[in-house]
């Protein structure tokens, strides 16, 4: 699909929209996280927790002057990948319509916040949809918007651990999606030939625009493989270990201890095993995050996460094999807690001891001063309670929108089905990945709820336009 000349002036003008939280609050946002992610590439590290691929992109954009220009890009990034959206669904969208529908999205959803922040949530959303424009549109693109398109997949999947199983998960239910669409057109082709016979008619379904077109899944598997292969190559360099996550079991160590069987085997098993956490097993902090995170944490105690990593999974084993149905039920438990959980606003707080340091170690003074006078810092950005309701409205009629209009777009073999199937897939998966591997938390759900209402307009919109 050639590139439009429209996309020159949409795009820019749509990633305008985008950045407004960011220019209300005099600065990009930042998290806990951000400081981490700044650090990594400046002072040339890999931090067992977090992937170095987000620090590599943002270093030659802030080039340790200013970070304004890497929600800039973030903006201009979200804004294409969405043009080419509603290019491959509405083909002849009129940029004016694209820009108004950005707006709204930017006002009525938490997608703007995404953008306007120094994290590499905004591309968990944004790589469900490079997917499926992967799936949907390769055979009508030019080779090199291919190619772009699959290496920022690649990239996207790279900046977060929980995009790996994310994508796979993802693709694989794509795959079976497109072989179920596929065994549906050939029954359907084969009884519209029957009626030909008999009746003498056209058949009913043609090899025309409906039909489904022949995939190169090789070239849609590239981009996992090409991230996968990137993380593990980077953490071989770093750690000494080919691996996607060297050290991840110790965040399912913390999932474990804190569900319950974790915490009994470490009862059971200590002292004699041995394991590093056992001197502490009276004194574990109240949850999960304060055991992974706070200076005074037993982790840190018993010699850091790279240390307890080495018994995490003995530990692990033995609390899953000794209550399966208990672990097993607290996953789904919080699986669920995290689908429901996504409010608006979660770490939109000061984060002194995680992020200004770095500022103000790697930084400017003329940085400083922007990134302290900014209301996070003082304690004052915040989601209204009015715009927060808004928020979780729009996505739940979204999610509504996107059941309803799925079977429509089935019948009628409508590219945007497969938009439709990935926006309600990606959502109970999201949750079990973060809230039932991990700890569910608002802005894990949050991050991807925009998607829902985002690709229902459009499947409303394209479904209307094509014939039933």
Known sequence: MATDRT?????????????????????????????????QAIQHYASWDRPVFYSLFMLPLHATVTVWPVVVVQALLAAWLLWMVARSLLPDLPAIAFIAGIA??????WLPWLVSELMPDLFT??????????????????????????????????????????ACLLLAGMLGWDCAQRLVHRRA??????VTVTADTRPAVTDGDNRPSRR???????????????????????HGRFSIAPFGNVFLLARVIYDGPGMAALRRGCPAAGWRLCPFVGRLPANSDDFLWTPDSPLLAAGGAKAVSLDAGAIIRAAVLADPADEIGAVLTNSLR????????????????????VIEHDFPAREQAAYASARQQAGSLFVPAWLAAIHRII???????????????????????????????TLPVSAAI????????????????????????????ALRRQPA
Do not use: K
């Open 7 to 39: 996309a020159l002036l949409a795009v820019p003008a749509a990633a305008a929209s985008l950045l407004w939280p960011a220019l209300w609050n005099g600065y990009p946002i930042v998290f806990a996280d951000t400081g981490t992610y700044l650090s």
């Open 104 to 109: 709204l999205l930017s006002l009525c959803t």
């Open 125 to 166: 959303p944004l790589l469900v949809v490079a997917l499926c424009l992967l799936v949907v549109t390769p055979e009508r693109s030019p080779r090199w918007e291919q190619a772009v398109l699959m290496t920022l997949t690649a990239f996207m999947i790279a900046t977060q651990l929980s995009s790996v199983p994310l």
């Open 189 to 194: 082709a084969a009884r519209s030939r029957r």
């Open 216 to 238: 190169d899944w090789r070239l849609i598997l590239l981009p996992p493989a090409l991230a996968i292969l990137a993380l593990c190559s980077v953490n071989l360099a770093a």
């Open 338 to 357: 995290q689908l429901t959980r996504f409010g608006s606003g979660d770490g939109l707080g000061p984060w002194p001891d995680q992020v200004t340091p």
């Open 395 to 425: 996505a739940l009629g979204g999610v509504a929108g996107c059941l309803v209009l799925l079977p429509v777009a089935v019948r009628r073999h409508a590219p945007c089905s497969v938009f439709l199937f990935a926006v309600l897939l």
């Open 434 to 461: 973060t809230g039932g591997l991990s700890a569910p938390h608002e802005r894990y759900q949050a991050r991807i709820m925009w998607l829902p209402p985002f690709v229902a307009v459009l499947s409303l919109a």
